[in-house]
Nanobody, 114 residues
Framework: QVQLVESGGGLVQAGGSLRLSCAAS????????MGWYRQAPGKQRELVAA???????TYADSVKGRFTISRDNAKNTVYLQMDSLKPEDTAVYYC????????WGQGTQVTVSS
């Protein structure tokens, strides 16, 4: 079992940056994929970015070139660097660990004002 705690959300103006962190309760080295998802009000949860244990990354088209996912296995932490933020990036951002089972964090709110 893995507990995930997200942090780093907040209110930022359009064009600004935020870095989200997802701290895991145990070593993430062997976890197949770590991902960031988001859910805006009235919308379905969607994949933002993911990174495999081998370092392969995947991004939603809407964030390519603006967001960067990374993982620090020594710190059991996954990051999402978000630059050039837009109002449409406003959502609750969730961390997910995908292995034999899937685990979710509680989410962190990101609000981008225009």
């Amino acid at each position: 079992q893995v507990q995930l705690v997200e942090s780093g959300g907040g209110l930022v103006q359009a064009g600004g940056s935020l870095r989200l962190s997802c701290a895991a309760s145990r070593n993430i080295f062997s976890i197949n994929t770590m991902g960031w998802y988001r859910q805006a009000p009235g919308k379905q949860r969607e994949l933002v970015a993911a990174i495999t244990s081998g370092g392969t990354t995947t991004y939603a088209d809407s964030v390519k070139g603006r967001f960067t996912i990374s993982r620090d296995n020594a710190k059991n932490t996954v990051y999402l660097q978000m630059d050039s933020l837009k109002p449409e990036d406003t959502a609750v951002y969730y961390c997910k660990a995908e292995n034999v089972y899937n685990y979710w964090g509680q989410g962190t709110q990101v609000t981008v004002s225009s």
